[in-house]
């Protein structure tokens, strides 16, 4: 296997025809699922723990009107049930990525979701009763019991949710349709991660390669545009062939939801994915309008490119490209990226730094892409007692030095929340999730664009931040307007075909990009490849949290110490309080446009920065 990455032995690349087994990566480049269970016996005694437990839950209903002890009680044994289940599952769903053709990984996954299933049964007695108790007994019960007192953001959030919360039988039933909800998800997953096969491929050094969808994003980045024209016509063309299949994944997955929604008496399902963190619709509805009404920085980007890369028309596959593409195109190994990005973040302090370096230190990340990983990247979130964990699939380019910074953003976020949080609010809403990923990606940007040794090595950041609002704010709201309409369409009693999803999805992409774009037959299938469509309304939250971390970035910049603080006291703060109220506490009122359309700005003042250079 050839070299490519100066100081790493394995790893994938653009030369060879096939990925590597995951026996042949280095240890210290693969993630010590160790640090969770050292034996796989352990993972199947805590497993049988809670299994054996769930009968517990039966000692505690009808109890927690009677006193602040018995509330206290089973809330305590509620929280020592979840703790291991958050530790199994972490252990399952690490293990069965790390290679999706391991059926004893794929079968202890489904075996830890069944029993999430389980308990969520067991224990939906808990919301309604706690409802049932009159408010002014609840708070007293709180008020009097010292170690109640922690639950009682909790509790508050139960209460705000009391319209949307049913009876007992009821919610003991709908807790048990939880399994049959991630089958359109874990269905796709496994069709498009373990299933679809890519056709091999000429790359840009004439070269054979097998497709993959690491491979797959960084042709899109090659300055040989037959190269990224076949690898963007091939790779999509193998989702179309499974269109149909996608299609009906992707209605279970907006029935599932839906069904959801009006059994809890929600308007639609978008109030419902919302309101579980009290989002004001107004948040997702300004987005898409204040999109909408400053499409013209994304759209002049369209023109410049065009024009820059000197092209009659103007492709999808064209959009990452580098206008100023260096001579020979920069690699970076992971052990060079490491050490920028800690360059890049000095600005946040010691503190901040080692537990970084520590998490480099002591296989925290899985860095690179082998025989069925996973694609793409994730960070594995807060799991009490265990600290997360990262996914990469690294091939060497800028963007991966990027991605391992956003990822490293989620991995603190994480950290420094099971650190300082009990176990009630030791996780963050999703809507604080992309804050901190980019809010990393914009320290980083800025250090190497101040850092940058030419004219042209500027140019190309500057590019690089355009592709950032490009990818995170303009396309994510895109995708969000996108599931905004699909849910409404199927709310309506309109169906979705593969046909007119293709057209909903073009429809939308040249609104977005305009008349400058020409939208590929392929293009119309991109929706079939986006994972996040299956995550509820996730989408959008990369946009407003791609916005709030601009101004968090400007701030630590211009007002240092003070502002890290309440940076850093943003990442310890979990789910103990609403999101909104949480980054306001940090200094961005989400509440208002303004995050939003200054976003926009920035993109207008950068390519004029760009054209004054060029």
């Given at each position: 296997m050839m070299e490519l990455l100066t100081g790493n032995k394995y790893y994938s690349n653009t030369q060879t025809s096939s990925l590597p087994g995951r026996e042949e990566i280095e240890d210290k480049y693969k993630w010590d699922?160790?640090?969770?269970?050292?034996?796989?016996?352990?993972?199947?005694?805590?497993?049988?723990?809670?299994?054996?437990?769930?009968?517990?839950?039966?000692?505690?209903?009808?109890?927690?009107?009677?006193?602040?002890?018995?509330?206290?009680?089973?809330?305590?044994?509620?929280?020592?049930?979840?703790?291991?289940?958050?530790?199994?599952?972490?252990?399952?769903?690490?293990?069965?990525?790390?290679?999706?053709?391991?059926?004893?990984?794929q079968a202890m996954n489904d075996r830890i979701m069944s029993l999430f299933v389980k308990v969520s049964s067991a224990n939906s007695f808990i919301r309604p009763e706690i409802l049932s108790i009159p408010e002014d007994i609840l708070f007293e019960m709180i008020n009097g019991h010292a170690e109640l007192k922690i639950y009682r953001h909790l509790i508050d959030d139960l209460i705000r949710s009391k319209t949307h919360t049913l009876e007992k039988e009821k919610e003991e039933l709908l807790a048990l349709t939880g399994e049959l909800s991630l089958t359109p998800y874990n269905t796709y997953s496994m069709l498009?991660?373990?299933?679809?096969?890519?056709?091999?491929?000429?790359?840009?050094?004439?070269?054979?390669?097998?497709?993959?969808?690491?491979?797959?994003?960084?042709?899109?980045?090659?300055v040989d545009r037959e190269f990224r024209k076949n690898a963007f016509k091939t790779y999509l063309g193998s989702y179309k062939n499974f269109s149909n299949t996608l299609t009906v994944l992707f209605n279970g997955n907006l029935k599932a939801n839906i069904f959801n929604a009006k059994a809890r008496k929600y308007i639609s399902s978008r109030h419902a994915a919302l309101d579980k963190n009290n989002i004001p619709i107004s948040v997702?509805?300004?987005?898409?309008?204040?999109?909408?009404?400053?499409?013209?920085?994304?759209?002049?980007?369209?023109?410049?490119?065009?024009?820059?890369?000197?092209?009659?028309?103007?492709h999808p596959y064209d959009v990452y490209v580098t206008i100023f593409a260096q001579k020979n195109q920069k690699k970076y190994s992971y052990e060079e990226a490491k050490t920028i990005v800690l360059k890049a973040l000095n600005i946040m302090g010691k503190d901040y730094l080692d537990n970084l370096q520590t998490a480099?230190?002591?296989?925290w990340i899985d860095v690179y892409e082998t025989q069925a990983k996973r694609s793409g990247a994730y960070s594995s979130g807060t799991t009490f007692g265990v600290h997360p964990y990262v996914l990469l699939n690294w091939s060497g380019l800028l963007n991966d030095v990027f991605t391992l910074a956003h990822e490293m953003g989620h991995n603190m976020h994480s950290f420094y929340t099971g650190k300082t949080q009990p176990f009630p609010y030791a996780n963050y809403s999703i809507f604080l999730a992309e804050v901190a990923s980019t809010f990393n990606e914009s320290l980083l940007l800025d250090y190497l664009i101040e850092n940058a040794s030419s004219k042209e090595e500027k140019l190309s950041l500057l590019e690089k931040y355009l592709n950032n609002i490009t990818g995170t704010f303009y396309r994510q709201t895109m995708f969000a307007e996108l599931e905004m309409i699909c849910y409404e369409k199927t709310e309506n009693g309109e169906a979705l075909t593969s046909e007119s999803m293709c057209k909903i999805y073009r429809d939308v992409y040249q609104k977005y990009w305009g008349p400058e774009m020409i939208v590929d037959e392929e293009e119309r299938y991109t929706w079939t490849r986006i994972p996040h469509f299956y995550y509820n309304f996730y989408v959008y939250q990369y946009a407003t949290g791609f916005a709030a971390s601009e101004i968090l970035a400007k701030k630590v910049k211009r007002e240092g110490n003070e502002a890290v603080a309440k940076y850093l006291n943003f990442l310890k703060s979990g789910s103990s309080d609403y999101p909104i109220n949480i980054l306001q506490a940090a200094g961005v009122d989400m509440n208002s446009p303004e995050p939003i359309k200054a976003t926009s700005e920035k993109m207008d003042k950068i390519l004029n920065e760009i054209e004054s250079l060029v």
């Open positions: 699922l160790s640090h969770i269970y050292e034996k796989e016996d352990l993972w199947e005694e805590d497993f049988s723990f809670v299994e054996n437990n769930i009968v517990e839950y039966k000692n505690f209903e009808g109890t927690l009107s009677r006193s602040a002890r018995d509330l206290y009680e089973c809330l305590k044994f509620d929280d020592s049930i979840g703790v291991k289940l958050e530790r199994l599952h972490l252990y399952a769903f690490l293990a069965k990525d790390s290679d999706l053709r391991a059926t004893k990984y498009t991660n373990a299933d679809i096969k890519f056709p091999n491929v000429v790359d840009d050094t004439g070269n054979e390669i097998e497709l993959s969808h690491a491979r797959y994003t960084a042709a899109m980045f090659s997702y509805d300004n987005l898409i309008e204040s999109a909408n009404n400053n499409l013209n920085p994304l759209q002049r980007w369209a023109s410049l490119k065009k024009k820059l890369l000197k092209l009659d028309e103007l480099f230190d002591n296989r």
